[in-house]
Nanobody, 117 residues
Framework: QVQLVESGGGLVQPGGSLRLSCAASASSFSIYHMNWYRQAPGKQRELVAR???????SYADFVEGRFTISRDNAKKTVFLQMNSLKPEDTAVYSC???????????WGKGTLVTVSS
């Protein structure tokens, strides 16, 4: 039983920055893999970034060098720092938690990021 709550979305101009947060209720957060996904209107949901329980990071090509995923296990929170934002980054960003077994996962409701001038 895990609950995830995203925050930090909003309206930002192209080239600007936002930091998204995902607070988790998981009892064993430190051993969960954590992912950020996004879904733009009319498009499929896509993986943006992931961080393993050991802190290994990976990114989609379209955000490499601009976004940084991190986690604070003491606060049971995962972050997505987004820099040099582009209009095509506009989407609902959702947090995803994967337990060690990887037989199930949990989702937050998402936070909307709008990049527009």
């Amino acid at each position: 039983q895990v609950q995830l709550v995203e925050s930090g979305g909003g309206l930002v101009q192209p080239g600007g920055s936002l930091r998204l947060s995902c607070a988790a209720s998981a009892s064993s957060f430190s051993i969960y893999h954590m992912n950020w996904y996004r879904q733009a209107p009319g498009k499929q949901r896509e993986l943006v970034a992931r961080i393993s329980s050991g802190g290994r990071r990976s990114y989609a090509d379209f955000v490499e060098g601009r976004f940084t995923i991190s986690r604070d296990n003491a606060k049971k929170t995962v972050f997505l720092q987004m820099n040099s934002l582009k209009p095509e980054d506009t989407a609902v960003y959702s947090c995803n938690a994967v337990p060690l077994s990887e037989t199930t996962s949990y989702w937050g409701k998402g936070t909307l990021v709008t990049v527009s001038s």
